[in-house]
């Protein structure tokens, strides 16, 4: 019987407007990020998935994104969780 893969990791925003969902493959670490923002009665919503093969790649992502400087905890806590799959 083969092993069930693990469930994914969920890190996010405690106003829920930004969350990552973290997930081990055979390719790499699978990160979606969905941001859902609020603007004068205008809700807009993205969501972006790859899969990252190296902590470079991975860090370089992390650090294109404008949205480190607003919830700088949650990338803190994204960049830990990530250099832990690729380290392990």
Do not use: W
């Amino acid at each position: 019987m083969q092993p069930s893969p693990p469930e994914p990791l969920q890190i996010g925003s405690k106003d829920g407007a930004l969350t990552f969902i973290l997930q081990a493959t055979r390719s790499g670490l699978r990160v979606e990020r969905r941001y859902t923002a609020d603007v004068q009665d205008y809700t807009g919503f993205s969501s972006i998935g790859t899969i990252f093969e190296d902590i470079e790649s991975f860090q370089e992502f992390c650090d294109a994104d404008r949205l480190r400087f607003t919830y700088p905890m949650v990338y803190k806590e994204l960049k830990d969780r990530a250099s832990n799959f690729f380290h392990s």
